[in-house]
């Protein structure tokens, strides 16, 4: 009972602190006045060590509970709340740790038999930040695409990402800076020249010839230059816009975004609390790492082939592509990415997202896109929007669609944010919507189960980015 009176006066304290800081507008995702409510949580934190030591534990083992708990904090923030609420909570995690150690301490002092369970509790607690750390220390020295982490720093994520020089694909070897295409070239006086910058889509899953960037070079008869890495975003997008691309004075850049996973976005590094890196659900590594090697363990035992990729050479549609690789002329020969249950679950998690993307984030998405188009000056930049798979056929559409969910709803915000701030924008939903269906019904534009374009789907892009470009 006589510890009642200092739990009491702790939890109001609390209290005051969150209703202090609100009235200081301290809890505001950015909010300038952070640090108020950072030195209060201090403070809060330093009492609750105080208190626990009153209750004959050393100062290490009470530093130990405080931190326990406020890791415990940590993980709820992490996994309990969207993104938004996180910033503010985490900013309590100090004092809430305080408070949560001495009712646990309490608990444990008077039920004896629950002891061990607590002190194994404290540990896991304490191990989960700790072996964090350790994580990112292997990844810095030993970046690894498994240790890839949502927030790494736009240089650092493309080198973890980008192929060797000289590796083939489909029998084409990257170029020196390992880009899948031939070597650039710095734009000469009066030359046209486009340069495309994306992820996956324009690494490509196809031979180079029937790559979209390949098939809009012919119809323009003018270089267009294929800048794609997969696994990458728009931060690293600018990155290379930066480093590579303008440095090499192209007339047209192209950014291509992925509606599947190039969408969200979180304000520039300028605008974020020191905190973000660590409530970042995509940038935690305990919480990426076991799903990561859960996935892969679950598709090797699933033991579904790859589309193949064996050496080969770049001639452009000499007939060499079609022998060896039978499925770029008949979709029916594809053989799956992924497995059925990997793929289908990949695109129920896309459904939802799409469902749920803000007007927030085509609004922050249109900045960042903007700053990039400044950068370019004079020259002409166009955003080409690559919609997911299962926006663009039926079949799959139907099997994971939520009712009541408007299945364009990412492209419309998109476009509209765009188009206020008069970015162009060349959406490719339609045109491959607007695709004649093979004998099935089904329109074949993606490969079997992986989520990028075939070759026909890079023929569609390819060709309606060529038409737009010559306006």
Request: hydrophobic share 45%.
């Amino acid at each position: 009972m006589r510890r009642l009176p200092a739990l009491a006066c702790t939890l109001l304290s609390l209290a005051g602190m969150i209703g202090w800081a609100r009235e200081a507008q301290a809890l505001e995702l950015f909010a300038p006045g952070e640090w108020r409510l950072q030195l209060i949580a201090l403070l809060v934190a330093g009492a609750g060590v105080f208190a626990t030591r009153r209750m004959q534990l050393s100062l290490g083992r009470a530093v130990g509970w405080v931190l326990a708990c406020a890791g415990a904090c940590w993980i709820w923030c992490l996994f309990a709340l969207p993104w938004y609420e996180r910033a503010w909570w985490w900013r309590l995690a100090l004092p809430s740790g305080a408070i949560s150690a001495w009712l646990l301490w309490v608990f444990a002092q008077s039920a004896a038999r629950w002891v061990t369970l607590t002190r194994w509790l404290l540990v896991l607690l304490l191990t989960l930040p700790l072996l964090e750390l350790a994580l990112r220390a292997i990844d810095r020295a030993q970046p690894s695409a498994l240790l890839a982490r949502g927030r790494s720093q736009p240089g650092a994520a493309l080198e973890r990402n980008r192929p060797k020089p000289g590796t083939l694909r489909f029998r084409v070897p990257c170029n020196s800076q390992g880009h899948y295409d031939e070597e650039f070239a710095v734009r000469r006086t009066g030359e046209q020249r486009i340069a495309v910058i994306g992820d996956s889509f324009s690494q490509g899953s196809v031979p180079l010839a029937w790559h979209y960037t390949s098939v809009a070079e012919r119809q323009l008869g003018i270089p267009v230059d294929n800048y794609g890495i997969a696994g990458i975003g728009v931060a690293e997008y600018a990155h290379l816009l930066r480093t590579e691309v303008l440095p090499r004075d192209p007339s047209v850049v192209v950014i291509a975004l992925f509606a599947g996973n190039d969408l969200d976005v979180t304000p520039s590094e300028d605008h974020r609390p020191w905190e973000a890196d660590w409530l970042d659900s995509n940038s935690v590594l305990v919480r990426l790492l076991p799903r990561r090697l859960a996935r892969i363990a679950e598709e090797r035992s699933r033991k579904q082939g790859l589309v193949a990729q064996v050496a080969g050479s770049a001639e452009q549609r000499s007939g060499v592509d079609e022998q060896l690789y039978p499925w770029l002329a008949d979709c029916a020969l594809e053989i799956p990415t992924m497995s059925l249950e990997g793929f289908m679950r990949l695109e129920r998690e896309r459904e939802r997202a799409l469902a749920a993307w803000p007007a927030s984030q085509a609004a922050e998405l249109a900045l960042q896109l903007d700053e990039m188009r400044r950068a370019c000056g004079d020259r002409r930049f166009l955003v080409l929007l690559i919609p997911d798979e299962l926006q663009v056929e039926d079949s799959l559409w139907n099997s994971v669609r939520t009712e009541g969910v408007e299945r364009d709803r990412a492209q419309q915000l998109l476009c509209e944010a765009l188009g206020s701030r008069g970015i162009e924008v060349l959406d490719l939903l339609p045109i491959l919507r607007a695709s004649a269906p093979l004998t099935d019904g089904r329109l074949h534009l993606y490969h079997l189960q992986d989520t990028h374009w075939n070759a026909r789907g890079n023929a569609v892009a390819g060709r309606a980015l060529a038409e737009f470009l010559k306006d």
